[in-house]
């Protein structure tokens, strides 16, 4: 018997997410326009502890400081650009045990409550609810 697609759908949003998506998306979501990652300092400990790098180290070699916070940087790929923990080769996130809360919760931002046809051309894991 095949299993069920289990789509997630969060209250004030207009669409569904589909988290097996993920497996032939490719990593849309971690590609493309330049944005922020950003990381608090929980965060920061665990990741740095999951690449056995000290915080001064792990801060220096993978975040960059945007107004009062840090973000995670990203490097140039092809046209667009990627997180710097976008693995090209395995089309995956090398953290992704312990990445940032801000990607676990994608594609469930408050930004795209109102922009669901923008997701939606991001993300293969969404559909479109109907009006």
């Avoid at 590609?31 to 690449?51: H, M, P, Q, R, W």
């Avoid at 940087?73 to 667009?80: C, G, L, N, P, T």
């Amino acid at each position: 018997m095949a299993k069920e697609k289990e789509f997630i759908q969060k209250e004030g949003f207009d669409f569904t997410f589909n988290p097996e998506a993920c497996g032939e998306c490719q990593g849309k979501c971690c590609n493309g326009a330049s944005g922020n990652i950003f990381v608090n300092t929980k965060e920061v400990k665990a990741i740095s502890e999951f690449l056995g790098t000290e915080i001064p180290t792990f801060i220096q070699a993978y975040l960059i400081k945007v107004s009062y916070k840090f973000s995670i940087k990203e490097v140039r790929a092809d046209e667009d650009y990627a997180c710097i923990f976008f693995d090209r080769e395995k089309k995956g996130c090398s953290i992704y045990a312990v990445r940032p809360n801000q990607c676990k919760t994608f594609p469930f931002w408050s930004y795209f409550k109102d922009k669901p046809e923008e997701v939606a051309r991001e993300c293969p894991g969404i559909s479109l609810c109907e009006q």
